[in-house]
């Protein structure tokens, strides 16, 4: 992945992190609208998958989400002493990405989760547009979108459907789609930017986040569009320690609540909010990112390797991996 999205990655989870921690910076209580820019993210990177086969794109977004998600969510169950105590069928329609109202809430058993339920179903989205036409499957999936925020509430009252898909934060995939058509084309001018492009515009971003000088839904874009231009403009970067969190920064998000959840029991001010109680949960939460990272996430992918290079049956046809 591009060195300046791995950044982004790794600046994003950070973020919510920090606004976990309850940490109050100038007076803002914000998690740098971390959760936007991944589903901006999102958009974008679908968009450089869509000429895989819809059953090839479908099986490797299932592998990158769910395992990892589900293996967080046991471990939280085994931690927190969960089993005895939590509705059955409210964690089942959690594992399976169903958006449901339970007496536990509309939130999946792993908070941070609900996220994912967006995930899957632009997804779920993206796999049908592809079969509609590859070509115009991220058009077709931003029309999708759009269609579904607007008209469901005509066609149902369903109280978790409604909170997620007709959610805000849905259009950030659109952005993330119009952000990759508009570079790509802009790519074709040879565009030449400075290297110190991406870092500036990160700390203006981050400065005008916190003494709230715009709105998200124009920041977020911006920043993207700007990471991408300095990119594909000759100013990416890629130190190999932020690459390296932008690798882990799933896992990050995945893990952090459960931390935070673990050291609250046993006595610590998580919730104080001070610099130094945000530095060191935002520290092990990174140390725990990355060993999980380097372990089991890795095995996770070389498990969907390994499945998508079975050798085929007698009598049936031989398939490329996909990458």
């Not at 973020?15 to 921690?21: D, E, K, S, T």
């Not at 390296?244 to 001010?269: F, K, Q």
């Not at 001070?274 to 092990?284: D, E, H, K, N, R």
Request: one cysteine or more; proline letters at 5%.
């Amino acid at each position: 992945m591009i060195g300046n999205l791995q950044i982004l990655r790794a600046y994003a989870a950070s973020g919510v992190v920090i606004y976990h921690c309850n940490a109050w910076i100038a007076g803002i209580h914000t998690e740098f609208y971390g959760v936007a820019l991944f589903f901006v993210l999102s958009g974008y990177i679908m968009c450089k998958l869509r000429n895989r086969s819809a059953r090839d794109f479908a099986r490797d977004r299932v592998w990158r989400i769910a395992p990892n998600y589900w293996l967080a969510t046991v471990v939280m169950f085994t931690l927190l002493h969960m089993w005895t105590w939590w509705p059955v069928e409210h964690t089942v329609l959690s594992f399976l990405f169903v958006p449901h109202d339970s007496p536990a809430g509309l939130y999946p058993v792993l908070g941070v989760g609900w996220t994912l339920n967006l995930e899957m179903y632009f997804y779920g989205l993206f796999t049908l547009s592809i079969l509609i036409n590859r070509r115009f499957a991220p058009l077709i999936a931003g029309a999708l979108i759009l269609s579904m925020k607007y008209g469901l509430p005509y066609v149902t009252d369903n109280k978790a459907f409604l909170f997620y898909y007709t959610h805000d934060y849905v259009n950030s995939f659109v952005y993330g789609i119009a952000i990759w058509y508009a570079t790509e084309w802009i790519k074709e001018a040879n565009l030449r930017l400075p290297s110190w492009t991406f870092p500036v515009a990160l700390a203006a971003y981050s400065l005008m986040v916190i003494f709230n000088v715009a709105a998200p839904h124009y920041l977020v874009p911006a920043l993207f569009a700007l990471t991408v231009l300095a990119s594909n403009g000759g100013a990416d970067l890629a130190p190999y320690p932020l690459v390296l969190m932008g690798n882990a920064s799933y896992a990050c998000y995945l893990l952090h609540t459960i931390l935070i959840e673990v050291l609250r029991r046993i006595g610590l001010s998580v919730d104080s909010g001070t610099a130094a109680m945000t530095i060191s949960i935002l520290m092990a939460a990174w140390g725990l990112a990355i060993a999980w990272h380097l372990t089991i996430e890795r095995a996770v992918s070389r498990l969907s390797k390994s499945r998508r290079n079975v050798p085929p049956g007698p009598g049936q046809p031989k398939t490329a991996a996909v990458s």
